[in-house]
């Protein structure tokens, strides 16, 4: 039979070891009592010479820092400096060890410090209290708790504490109380930092430069967690400066019970500067090869070498979408003339699935059901050549339609698109079937890397058949219509699928070209839109748009009827049915215009109810769409309701209902919209 010292010490070192490898405990708790258990195996030879110091070294990589199963728990350095309370017993019952009892326990002293939640996670007493025990176990657990709250006390730079706990015997109706009181005791401060490098060290002196990066100053509270922190991150920051392969010892920490503070020596051998050398990746994903992944890197070979630079690159191939893991291992590469090193990177990485069927619904009120399916292979032309075949079945339109996007297409961030296929839409202001081509250059903006500025410059070409419902026994006409687009957006918002703060403005300009009847025309059409939003408190975000648009060159009557401008729907005017906008004629169908007016404000309040992150919206939009070039502001159609907001991880899901304020005839009382995004 083991003696009851060793059944003590090993409870207590597993108990311990379960708390800080059980993956419900707190990790706050973890980083602190991690460094002290550690930092005390490794302080009496100092303490020794220094009867008031107490030695605090900081503690060698984790995976070798946490007692094995076999190995003793080591005591507290310098036990004698900071004396250990006796437990106050009222029971009365020690000679019957045996004998069942139950209790409950209080704490007190350390809720002020924000370390009670930490003591009860890991808390013996605590996580037995209301069972039946026997006065051994007890002991104990009582022993064990006085050190608990002493290395929590410690991990906030409290030394000197004292940890008092007492046992109140049970009386009639309820059990014993087992009070655990916490005296913080001063906190220690560091009164000296020393950086020093190693004797054969390769690198600069380090003081200056890690000095700057050890986010520890004298003064500073002795806070474990605090300092452990500081030394994990040492190395990134290091790196971050050019010093790669930076060699960083342990950092001797003397604690000085006499003076109340703490002397801290880093040593520190910097090594070579580092540059970016070569990158080699394996043949995880056909065409990414090292020079395509050059044009990735916002590095040249030479550039100083960054882990913020390398960990860009992991997130733009992971952006590409064409791997499901990523890894970028620095490696020594040669040294160089100039005394610099070169940092070779090593990609390793795993295929995504390449192919994607996506499917997608909506409704609208005036649009009805709508359904849309592709089908995408995300590297059909390598390297990140994708091809999709998209179709559309809804109540007013139909699309058959191919994709070729080439992502990262000769530089960083810039695609090129080519779409092709057929449309047909019937809607109320016109009926038009569609064959067509397009090709666009633009940079891109996305979820990892918002741009302020993106652009677009495009060609498109189309024949078209269309018939004007406005126009009375109007007969179809054939259009054949070459476009050249361009845009250009400056975005100053704070998230690209649901902005709380800033702004966007784009500008977009088409010249057009068209054939109608053997004659030709040309016409320029021109758009404005700006959105803002701004932020009132942490809930509530009120947003703003405004539109402009106006062609200029022809008259209304002979440009095609899709190629007008028209208003009303979900993403327009709400309130109104798509093209419920704007003059019409006898029959009360849409005819079109040459410019465009659109404005919008939401008041947009976000909250959490029944586990779910929700929103509502109360909007108003108004609009106008007329015959002449100027947008006009005098007969203004106005709409409006209020929403629901569901967020998801890709973006709110948008629910509508709005009614028209000043309705035409034929305009339905309430319209509704479901989609994905916010309205703008």
Not at 65 to 85: K, N, Q, T, Y
Not at 456 to 467: E, N, P
Not at 551 to 560: K, L, P, S
Request: hydrophobic content about 40%; proline content about 7%; overall charge neutral.
């Amino acid at each position: 039979m083991p003696s009851p010292l060793h059944q003590r010490r090993d409870e207590r070192q597993s108990r311990l070891r379960l708390a800080l490898s059980c993956p419900s405990g707190k990790p706050g708790l973890v980083h602190r009592l991690l460094p002290l258990l550690l930092v005390a195996a490794a302080g009496t030879a100092q303490a020794q010479t220094a009867p008031a110091a107490e030695p605090l070294p900081m503690p060698p990589p984790a995976t070798d820092a946490i007692p094995g199963p076999e190995s003793p728990l080591p005591d507290l350095p310098d036990s004698d400096a900071v004396a250990w309370p006796d437990v106050e017993s009222t029971t009365g019952a020690a000679d019957a060890p045996d004998a069942a009892v139950r209790y409950s326990v209080e704490v007190s002293g350390l809720a002020e410090l924000g370390l009670d939640d930490e003591f009860r996670s890991l808390s013996a007493l605590w996580l037995h209290r209301g069972e039946e025990t026997n006065l051994a176990q007890l002991g104990r657990r009582i022993a064990e708790d006085r050190d608990l709250a002493d290395l929590l006390l410690r991990s906030i730079g409290h030394y000197g504490g004292q940890a008092r706990i007492s046992i109140e015997p049970a009386q009639a109706g309820r059990p014993s109380i087992v009070r655990v009181r916490a005296t913080p005791g001063p906190i220690y401060n560091f009164r000296e930092i020393s950086i020093t490098a190693p004797i054969g060290a390769l690198g600069p002196d380090p003081a200056r430069i890690v000095g700057r990066l050890l986010p520890i100053r004298v003064g500073d509270a002795v806070e474990a967690a605090r300092v452990q922190s500081a030394q994990d991150g040492l190395p990134i920051r290091l790196a971050d400066a050019g010093y790669p392969f930076a060699r960083i010892a342990p950092p001797d920490i003397t604690i000085d019970h006499a003076s109340r503070d703490a002397t801290l020596v880093q040593s520190v051998d910097l090594g070579r500067r580092g540059v970016f050398g070569a990158i080699r990746i394996d043949d995880g994903v056909k065409g990414m090869d090292e020079k395509h992944v050059g044009l990735l890197a916002r590095f040249k070979p030479g550039d100083r070498y960054s882990n913020a630079g390398r960990e860009d690159l992991r997130r733009a191939l992971v952006q590409t979408g064409l791997f499901g893991a990523v890894a970028i291992k620095p490696g020594e590469g040669e040294v160089r003339e100039d005394g610099t090193q070169t940092v070779d990177l090593e990609i390793s990485s795993e295929a995504a699935p390449m192919r994607t069927i996506a499917l997608a619904g909506g409704f609208s009120t005036g649009q009805g059901v709508r359904a849309e399916g592709s089908w995408t292979h995300r590297n059909l032309f390598p390297p990140e050549g994708a091809f999709t075949a998209r179709a559309v079945a809804a109540e007013r339109e139909q699309v058959a339609q191919v994709e070729l996007r080439k992502r990262n297409f000769g530089q960083r961030d810039r695609q090129l698109l080519v779409t092709g296929g057929f449309t047909a839409s019937q809607q109320f202001a016109f009926a038009a079937e569609t064959l067509g081509i397009s090709a666009a250059l633009a940079r891109e903006s996305n979820i990892l890397w918002q741009k302020d500025w993106t652009w677009s410059i495009g060609a498109q070409a189309l024949i078209t058949s269309q018939r004007d419902r406005s126009v009375r026994g109007d007969p179809r006409r054939t259009f054949t219509v070459l476009a050249l687009p361009a845009s250009i957006t400056w975005d100053r918002s704070d998230d690209l699928l649901n902005p709380s703060r800033g702004f966007r403005l784009t500008t977009r300009l088409s010249p057009e070209f068209t054939l109608r009847n053997q004659s030709n025309f040309n016409y320029l059409k021109a758009q404005f839109e700006a959105t803002a939003y701004k932020p009132f408190g942490d809930s509530l975000v009120l947003a703003g748009r405004f539109h402009l648009g106006s062609i200029v060159g022809a008259n209304r009557g002979v440009i095609a009827p899709d190629r007008r401008f028209y208003a009303g729907g979900g993403g327009s005017v709400r309130g109104y049915v798509f093209q419920g906008v704007g003059p019409r004629n006898e029959d009360n169908v849409p005819t079109g215009g040459n410019s465009l007016t659109e404005l919008a404000v939401e008041a947009r309040y976000r909250f959490q109810a029944l586990g779910q992150d929700l929103g509502i919206v109360a909007f108003v939009d108004a609009g106008e769409v007329s015959s002449g070039t100027t947008p006009a502001f005098d007969r203004l159609s106005l709409g409006a309701g209020i929403g629901a907001r569901f967020y998801t991880g890709f973006g709110p899901v948008r629910v509508d209902i709005a009614t028209p304020v000043n309705p035409q005839q034929g305009d339905p009382r309430l319209v509704f919209y479901v989609s994905i995004g916010q309205a703008f």
